[in-house]
């Protein structure tokens, strides 16, 4: 389908009552789990209309969070590229330092309203580990976060952080010990312990409904961003851009813009050592439909369907699925799914630390990359809005060993 | 009629409950799969269940996650699989087998060719962990028409609504979840599964049987006392750990059936 029929679609109706994005998503889960589901579905469905249940979010988000944040216009890095007008939509300002506690705030009333007194949660890079185990500290929540041991050695900060905040970070050793193999134990987990449990899902992937309430709850920094650019320069952006991994800081930022037909999309996965070594985690832009972690989309995967292990030097793109509403953009046209390799993304990491101050994450190094090269081919009058989804700190060590330092 | 069917009618009319057991295909080793399954028969199984093995089981205790494991390491796939059940029916026609697994490996290999290789092979059931009758009806309508059984799982927390839900399109024999958990937890509670099998027998005629937490006679017994049959998994996957021989595997593989057949014979 066109990207010009793709502006008929009524972007707002998905996903259908079952939770499915055109043949994507669905509910792909073990019995035990399709109540819990059920009941989430219906606490979410009943509170999303709730007033009150707005007014929660939007104060936690404005007094704890400290949103909105800004759309920030970056000059030098714009000069410095030469192309079209490179604005940062600041999401690595948020408390913790990532998108990803907009998402842990909506969700942890959730299980509020639901009575239930612990969270569990999967983590890659560890920042929606951070964000959760935030969320229930305030709350007085038990949490136990699964991280995979691989991912455990490269973002050692941000699981010392965990721990501070009274989380108990489990390391799950099976598979390819990262975040598919992390989701995998959280999933046991809930099963295990589904009467007393909250899993709170960090991206928009997963059994439905979690795809449309984390989108739901990640939408503010494309609400906010629609609105500051308006108010800033009048108009509205040509292009968004904003890093893949399960997309949910690229769905957050893109759904409030999809039916706006002049704004063009960029989601930027991780092309590793490049898409042809085989060595990535861009299923989007190598791989094939299929069905893993309760949802239908596009997946890595070898030819007997067995889910292949993935690389990218960060870990919160190290993942072998997608959200499946980026499958069905995908396949409308509506949004264009490209990659970034491991050295693109250093560079872009050192070129915006060098010339805006702004240290991003590995994981948004990857649209700030992508953001350089599109803006490079536009011209100066263009608006392009790259998502700095979260910010580098925690990736220092990881920067330090591609150097050679010991720090 | 079905084997599956066939199997459990004839159990039911000698008053004997069904025992049907679990090994991963491939581990641990591709060889190890056809001769233990004669064996799994001459011990007292009645019913096979092949575990298809898949990279993220993500209902599996870690007993079954390792057996997966270990076939994946030596290349086992569902095509891999469906051989040996192929290689199986040259000498035995008449015990049934039920493959056990994930979606994606079947969507993978296309809903219309796998349904064919699987007739083809001797399979007479299917039972997909992650694939809930909601979004299996394409796959359910091919394998009605090929006269393949669609086993379900039902669980402590299936509601009532949903059980009925379920047991429409379930065929051949109910799996009912002993407990809220994956594969090799323990802690069974036979009054609360004796209640929920109250309430699933109201809306289905499909014999019933018991899986996750069953390891010996007497936990067999137990649960056999109010189920048409038991699932032994988890105890028998756990032998493969070991590093033993073969034959000595066989060995004790045999020896835990046989006394759970017995157990069972018992009642």
Wanted: charged share 20%; hydrophobic share 40%.
């Amino acid at each position: 389908m066109s990207l010009e029929t793709g502006t008929t679609v009524d972007f707002n109706a998905q996903p259908d009552a079952r939770g499915h994005f055109g043949p994507y998503g669905g509910r792909f889960v073990s019995e035990t789990l399709i109540y819990a589901l059920d009941q989430l579905e219906e606490i979410y469905t009943r509170l999303k209309r709730d007033p009150q249940f707005q007014a929660e979010i939007d104060h936690d988000l404005a007094h704890y969070v400290g949103r909105p944040s800004p759309l920030y216009f970056a000059e030098s890095w714009t000069q410095k590229v030469g192309g079209a007008q490179l604005f940062l939509k600041r999401e690595d300002l948020n408390h913790t330092g990532a998108h990803k506690i907009n998402n842990t705030i909506g969700q942890a009333l959730l299980a509020k309203h639901t009575g239930k007194k612990r969270v569990i949660a999967e983590t890659g890079a560890g920042q929606h580990g951070v964000a959760t185990a935030t969320v229930a500290a305030r709350l007085g929540l038990e949490c136990v976060v699964y991280m995979g041991s691989e991912d455990i050695q490269r973002q050692s900060l941000n699981v010392y952080r965990m721990k501070l905040l009274g989380a108990t970070v489990v390391p799950v050793t099976s598979g390819s010990k990262t975040l598919k193999d992390a989701m995998n134990e959280a999933m046991r987990d809930w099963v295990t312990n589904v009467d007393d449990t909250f899993y709170i899902i960090g991206t928009a992937a997963g059994p439905h409904p979690y795809p449309q309430l984390v989108r739901d709850f990640q939408s503010v920094i494309g609400r906010e961003a629609r609105a500051q650019c308006l108010a800033q320069t009048g108009r509205l952006p040509d292009a968004l851009v904003a890093c893949v991994g399960g997309g949910s800081n690229a769905i957050g930022l893109f759904h409030p813009f999809l039916s706006d037909a002049s704004v063009a999309m960029y989601g930027v996965e991780a092309g590793g050592f490049g898409l042809d070594s085989g060595k990535h985690a861009a299923p989007l832009s190598a791989g094939i439909p299929g069905i893993l972690h309760g949802n239908r989309t596009y997946l890595m995967e070898d030819e007997n369907g067995q889910i292949i292990e993935t690389h990218s030097v960060s870990a919160g793109l190290d993942y072998p699925g997608v959200g499946p509403e980026h499958s069905w953009l995908k396949d409308l046209g509506r949004v264009n799914y490209v990659a970034i390799t491991d050295d693109e993304a250093m560079a872009g990491f050192r070129r915006l630390t060098r010339t805006e101050g702004i240290m991003p994450a590995l994981e948004s190094s990857h649209a700030v990359a992508y953001g350089e090269k599109l803006a490079a081919s536009l011209p100066q009058d263009a608006i392009v809005i790259v998502n700095m989804s979260g910010r580098g700190d925690k990736d220092i060590l990881t920067v330090a060993k591609i150097d050679g330092i010991q720090v | 009629m079905n084997r599956i069917s066939q199997t459990l009618t004839q159990l039911q009319n000698e008053g004997r409950k069904a025992l049907a057991t679990y090994l991963v295909s491939g581990d641990p080793s591709q060889d190890f799969t056809l001769p233990a399954m004669h064996a799994l028969v001459a011990a007292g199984a009645n019913i096979l269940e092949l575990g298809v093995p898949f990279s993220d089981p993500m209902a599996e205790g870690p007993v079954i996650q390792r057996g997966h494991e270990r076939a994946l390491a030596h290349h086992t796939s569902l095509t891999s699989t469906l051989e040996v059940v192929r290689q199986f029916r040259a000498t035995n026609t008449h015990t049934p087998v039920v493959l056990m697994g994930y979606a994606n490996p079947v969507e993978r290999m296309g809903f219309a060719k796998f349904v064919n290789a699987a007739v083809e092979a001797g399979v007479d059931g299917l039972l997909t962990v992650d694939l809930p009758p909601e979004e299996a009806e394409t796959l359910n309508g091919l394998l009605a028409d090929a006269g393949l059984e669609t086993i379900y799982l039902i669980a402590p927390t299936s509601s009532d609504s949903r059980v009925e839900q379920i047991t429409r399109v379930a065929s051949g024999f109910v799996y009912y979840v002993s407990l809220k958990g994956v594969t090799g937890a323990g802690h069974l509670d036979v009054q609360s599964v004796a209640d929920k099998l109250a309430i699933i027998r109201r809306s289905t005629q499909v014999p019933v049987l018991v899986g996750f937490g069953i390891k010996d006679a007497d936990s067999a017994k137990a649960i056999a006392h109010v189920a048409d049959g038991v699932v032994v998994g988890s105890a028998l996957v756990v032998m493969m750990e070991a590093s033993k021989p073969a034959t000595e595997l066989f060995a004790d593989m045999s020896t835990l059936v046989a006394d759970i057949r017995r157990g069972l014979d018992s009642l």
